[in-house]
């Protein structure tokens, strides 16, 4: 059986991901200008000024705020922007303040 040189397969690999990326940023138009609620994860490992969660699709939003204090929390985020993968906006409100017991399971988890 013949072998695809590699040379062939990098391009067909470089042509593909092209393709996927360009069809994931047109479906993440959807989602532009809209306001959404976003779980927070934390602080964005990047910007420490940022905070970070996703929304229903599982997609990364990205925002202004405190990662630290958000984190567990449902807010409300307005996409300003995004790319194929991400969502960027500002935070418009918080919807669900931490539960107290969430801040004891948090606690737990991280002794």
Request: charged share 25%.
């Amino acid at each position: 059986m013949l072998q695809v040189a590699d040379l062939i397969k990098a391009d067909r690999l470089n042509r593909l991901n092209a393709v996927v990326t360009e069809v994931a940023t047109e479906r993440a138009q959807r989602f532009l200008h809209r306001t959404l609620e976003v779980l927070v994860e934390g602080v964005n490992p990047r910007n420490s000024s940022q905070a970070f969660g996703r929304i229903r699709h599982n997609k990364l939003v990205y925002f202004d705020g405190n990662g630290e204090e958000l984190r567990g929390q449902l807010v409300n985020v307005h996409i300003d922007h995004c790319n194929a993968y991400s969502l960027y906006g500002r935070m418009v409100e918080v919807v669900s303040p931490k539960a107290p017991l969430l801040a004891s399971l948090q606690a737990l988890a991280s002794r």
